[in-house]
T-cell receptor, first 111, second 112 residues
């Protein structure tokens, strides 16, 4: 059973702060890692993908991957109320095959 | 939603009824997926397809069937609806070059 674990939250941060979201996974052969944002009643939207150890930055978002610790995180800098959503972590072992999702972390950014 | 359409948006079924959830993509992607999402939960893979004529089971296939006769369409069939199938169903495709999935808008299904 491949597992992807996330703290369900809710996580609350003030506007302008850094939000830190964490994810661990059980399958050591996982090669691709993804963060999705899901607004209430909407479909998941891909915001970051990361494949190599280290950091990957895209605007206010930074994904961090540590394969030895089987850990991937998402940092959101200068958090905005529009960032309030559920963030889903997903992993994949081989291109196109099964993707495994965590249960998501609910983030609220307080104005 | 990256060229992925799903119909219907909402549906209420009675126990034992059947229905087909439709998913269509216009991007000529080979990979397509069906997920269900229960309240407060992540996505669980039901079935996926790597191309026309090829399908495979995911984590939770029981109670569902799929077919993939064309690249564009990947319908999901519920034969005997049960309350446990009350969920939101998402179809997704894959941009193979980046191994990134994109989701349709979803179908909210209630079985009473």
């Amino acid at each position: 059973q491949k597992e992807v674990e996330q703290n369900s939250g809710p996580l609350s941060v003030p506007e302008g702060a850094i939000a830190s979201l964490n994810c661990t996974y059980s399958d050591r052969v996982s090669q691709s890692f993804f963060w999705y944002r899901q607004y209430s009643g909407k479909s998941p939207e891909l915001i970051m993908s990361i494949y190599s150890n280290g950091d990957k930055e895209d605007g206010r978002f930074t994904a961090q991957l540590n394969k030895a610790s089987q850990y991937v995180s998402l940092l959101i800098r200068d958090s905005q109320p529009s960032d309030s959503a559920t963030y889903l972590c997903a992993v994949n072992a081989n291109t196109g095959n099964q993707f495994y999702f965590g249960t998501g972390t609910s983030l609220t950014v307080i104005p | 939603n990256a060229g992925v359409t799903q119909t219907p948006k909402f549906r209420i079924l009675k126990i034992g009824q059947s229905m087909t959830l439709q998913c269509t993509q216009d991007m000529n992607h080979n990979y397509m997926y069906w997920y269900r999402q229960d309240p407060g939960m992540g996505l669980k893979l039901i079935y996926y397809s790597v191309g026309a004529g090829i399908t495979d089971k995911g984590e939770v296939p029981n109670g569902y069937n799929v077919s993939r006769s064309t690249t564009e369409d990947f319908p999901l069939r519920l034969e005997l609806a049960a309350p446990s199938q009350t969920s939101v169903y998402f179809c997704a495709t894959l941009v193979s070059e980046r191994n990134e999935q994109f989701f349709g808008p979803g179908t909210r299904l209630t079985v009473l």
